[in-house]
């Protein structure tokens, strides 16, 4: 059940086994959503069930890859005839699976020269050994505007038997002539409690991965990067900006500016602290299931201590610190800022 792996897709990939089912794949897709939510993984997958050598119940097509055949084990390795990925130059090159024409270095772009390559070279050719030809390109984004061009004819008359699946974190910077001739499939953010879930099974402790679900903004791949120590010393950050006292200026002055060091920490912390303020929140409405196990103590103490209008307060002062430093402000004034409003707004 390899699709199964891929969590909460289910309307994506609902419709893309049915027309496995129906032996229908449309000749191009567009899996479109934010990155680390499984779009590639699902693209990959297709290839597989499209190829897969199991039988499938009662003689029915496959809807979901064996994983184990000879074709699925080949895709899985890159190593089958018909099933082709292009990516941008660099990775290609790295992987020694392309280079550049003309002795030039690669580009981090998909370039018109590749998308030649897989149109007269291998697209011209018959099937070598599978049922299906499925070219995967991931990041489509990454194709520059002659190579985006250069693929309209094959998207708009693509040869028997081939599906196209483009992958792509912001699709909408394809041209809209691309967008238009591909069928597309959205996929959302991962839940929190999902992403969770995933982590614990991938090994992370619960609380840890809590912490670093809270973060992730829906993206397994995202959270699966995330190093140890800085959610460690980020939880820390925030159960310590929790429990200062606001009528030692010094202290929390002392907070903004170790804190604001660093833009990338700054805006975390602040992630972190609109979970917890959510958690706060829902300790004073009766509810006992906390997204931040790792920061209940002080949750609980904040919820005792404020009152829900104070930290409702708090949380937005928290979104306005985001805020400015998503428009570039500087993080220190930014949480000084924040921290202003806290003790003295009111
Ligand atoms: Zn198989």
Not at 217 to 227: N, P, V
Request: with cysteine; net charge positive.
């Amino acid at each position: 059940m390899p699709f199964a792996e891929l969590i909460a897709q289910d309307r994506a990939l609902g419709s893309l086994r049915a027309a496995l089912r129906r032996g229908a794949l449309h000749h191009a897709y567009l899996f479109g959503g934010p990155a680390g939510v499984g779009k590639g993984t699902a693209a990959r997958l297709l290839a597989q069930a499209a190829n897969c050598e199991a039988p499938g119940e009662g003689g029915a097509l496959r809807d979901d890859p064996c994983g184990a055949c000879a074709a699925c084990r080949k895709i899985a390795r890159d190593a089958h005839p018909d099933v082709r990925v292009l990516a941008e130059e660099r990775e290609m090159a790295r992987a020694g699976r392309w280079e550049p024409r003309g002795g030039r270095a690669p580009s981090r772009e998909i370039v018109v020269d590749q998308i030649r390559d897989l149109v007269d070279r291998r697209l011209s050719l018959r099937r070598f050994e599978g049922r299906r030809r499925v070219v995967v390109i991931d990041p489509a984004d990454a194709m520059n505007a002659p190579a985006q061009n250069a693929l309209l004819k094959t998207l708009e008359e693509p040869p028997d038997d081939t599906t196209l699946v483009l992958v792509s974190s912001s699709p909408d910077s394809l041209l809209p002539t691309i967008r238009s001739r591909c069928l597309r499939l959205a996929f959302g953010p991962v839940p929190e409690a999902a992403v969770a879930a995933r982590l614990v099974s991938a090994g992370r402790p619960p609380e840890r991965a809590a912490l670093a679900a809270a973060l992730s903004g829906g993206s397994i791949g995202r959270a699966l990067a995330m190093d140890d120590e800085a959610l460690v010393a980020r939880r820390d950050a925030v159960a310590r900006l929790a429990g200062i006292d606001g009528d030692r200026t010094l202290d929390w002055l002392a907070f903004a500016r170790e804190q604001g060091e660093d833009r990338e920490e700054a805006e975390a912390i602040g992630e972190l602290l609109l979970v917890f303020w959510r958690d706060v929140l829902a300790l004073q409405a009766g509810g006992a299931a906390l997204a931040l196990a790792g920061l209940s103590d002080a949750a609980r103490r904040a919820a005792s201590g404020l009152a829900p209008l104070e930290v409702l307060r708090r949380r937005a002062l928290t979104a306005g610190m985001l805020a400015a430093l998503r428009r570039n402000g500087a993080a220190t004034l930014a949480l000084e800022r924040m921290l202003v409003g806290w003790f003295h707004g009111r």
